[in-house]
């Protein structure tokens, strides 16, 4: 078959013809088939993607033991990664212990971008921005009054000069309970045809910002260090060398990157479990990284007599309205689940993930190492990954956890014996 006549118009078709196309052409089998109409969702969530063809589903599971600014939370998160929710977990109870975490939001504003090019004259543009503020404010305001209504909207505006003939002006606002993406988007165009009319200028392009610096966050927590292991000398030994690597963190982005990691991995499962857009969130934290120059970790751990002291700060353009998250079904039983009632509500459990989640992989590294903690996720997940079924999966991970280093080969094999 021709590929090119069987996926014209492809977007126009209902996503039954997609998958007999799909069928036909890549010759997917009738348990293939099958199989994707049986994970296909119901409802509105097919509409939210282009050429819709199936589910692709994600385990859930709830993180528990978090306690931050002294209220008690389960946290749902979505990942496909073993260890990572019994670790937040296990680093919830050990930073709940030492009295919970501190989160607090510094600000939850939107920035946007209004983009001109061959600019000659800087001052020209700041001067009519600086002239005219109001005036662009209040078209801002009139592009999306609902916002307003709401109690939020555009609150300033500025220009910076990028060099090269290109300036950058930059609308902030308040976007309320929501990302704000789109209603960013609207206001910035409105400007734009201000510019275009008044100025007598093409603007490039109008977006949003994903740089989240005026939507910070941090979370704080204090453990005193004999909490740290049974033995008071060995318990001093961990926090110094929880701080030494947080440290390391901090002078090699080698190892930066791999520190943010084991953060996003917490933050990234909660910001998917609440319907948010985890690409955005994923940007945003990896420029702040970045702020001065360097990659640096996001998380620091100071030992400071016999306390040591973890703190996080993240940009967290997070809703709780808006986007997809009144049409993943899920989404509000989540909400409800980590008692979730604004953006400044989720910044804050996100960042305690985060920091609990970070707390856990450090402490693992320098003391058991994080493999030992990570193996029987592994093995279960190698069980799988050879055909076990739920009822096979004990038995293999069972034969599977004394072996040194169980490959795939071994997996396979174990499981033939145990059909057998
Ligand atoms: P929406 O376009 O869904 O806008 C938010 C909606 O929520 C509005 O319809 C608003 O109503 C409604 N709403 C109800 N209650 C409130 C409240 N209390 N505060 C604020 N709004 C409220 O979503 P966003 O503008 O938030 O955009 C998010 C989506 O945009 C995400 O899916 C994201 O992936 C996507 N996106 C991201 C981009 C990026 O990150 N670069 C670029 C483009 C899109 P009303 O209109 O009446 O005010």
Redesign the pocket.
């Known amino acids: 078959m021709n590929m090119k006549a069987a996926f014209s118009q492809f977007y126009k078709r209902t996503p039954e013809q997609r998958l007999a196309i799909l069928a036909e052409t890549l010759g997917l089998s009738e348990t293939e088939q099958q199989e994707l109409k049986r994970r296909a969702a119901q409802g509105d969530a097919p509409l939210l993607v282009e050429n819709y063809l199936t589910t692709y589903q994600l385990p859930e599971g709830v993180a528990v033991n978090f306690r931050v600014n002294d209220h008690d939370y389960v946290v749902p998160m979505v990942t496909e990664e073993p260890s990572v929710i019994a670790a937040a977990s296990n680093g919830a109870k050990q930073l709940a212990k030492a009295g919970g975490i501190t989160a607090t939001v510094r600000s939850r504003l939107l920035t946007g971008q209004v983009l001109l090019s061959e600019v000659k004259v800087y001052a020209s543009i700041d001067d009519w921005v600086a002239l005219h503020q109001n005036e662009l404010l209040d078209v801002a305001r009139q592009a999306?009054p609902?916002?307003v209504k709401?109690g939020?909207g555009p609150v300033s505006i500025r220009t910076r000069d990028l060099g090269e003939g290109f300036v950058s002006i930059d609308l902030t606002a308040d976007?309320?309970?929501?990302?704000?993406?789109?209603?960013m988007?609207t206001m910035l165009e409105a400007i734009a045809a201000v510019v275009q009319n008044k100025l007598h200028r093409a603007t490039l392009f109008s977006?949003?910002s994903?740089t989240g610096d005026r939507s910070l966050t941090t979370a704080t927590v204090s453990v005193p260090v004999v909490q740290l292991a049974g033995d008071p000398e060995d318990a001093k030994q961990v926090a110094k060398r929880i701080a030494q690597a947080s440290r390391v963190a901090q002078l090699d982005p080698m190892r930066a990157v791999t520190h943010n990691k084991g953060i996003m991995n917490g933050v990234d499962a909660v910001v998917m479990a609440m319907g948010n857009?985890w690409r955005?969130i994923e940007s945003a934290a990896h420029a702040y990284a970045v702020q001065d120059g360097q990659y640096r970790g996001l998380s620091q751990w100071r030992l400071e007599d016999d306390q040591l002291t973890g703190t996080l700060t993240l940009p967290l353009p997070v809703?709780t309205?808006?986007?997809?998250t009144k049409v993943l079904p899920l989404v509000g039983i989540n909400q409800k689940i980590a008692q979730v009632h604004s953006p400044q509500d989720l910044m804050k459990l996100i960042a305690a993930v985060g920091l609990a989640q970070n707390f856990a992989a450090i402490k693992a590294l320098v003391t058991s190492g994080i493999q030992q903690g990570h193996m029987k996720m592994q093995i279960r997940s190698l069980a799988m990954s050879v055909g076990a079924t739920s009822l096979e999966v004990p038995a293999l991970t069972a034969q599977l956890m004394p072996l040194s280093d169980p490959s795939e080969a071994h997996a396979r094999q174990l499981l033939k014996q145990i059909r057998n």
């Open positions: 999306h609902s916002i709401r939020g976007v309320q309970a929501a990302m704000g993406a789109n209603m988007n977006i949003l994903n857009d955005a809703g309205v808006g986007g997809a």
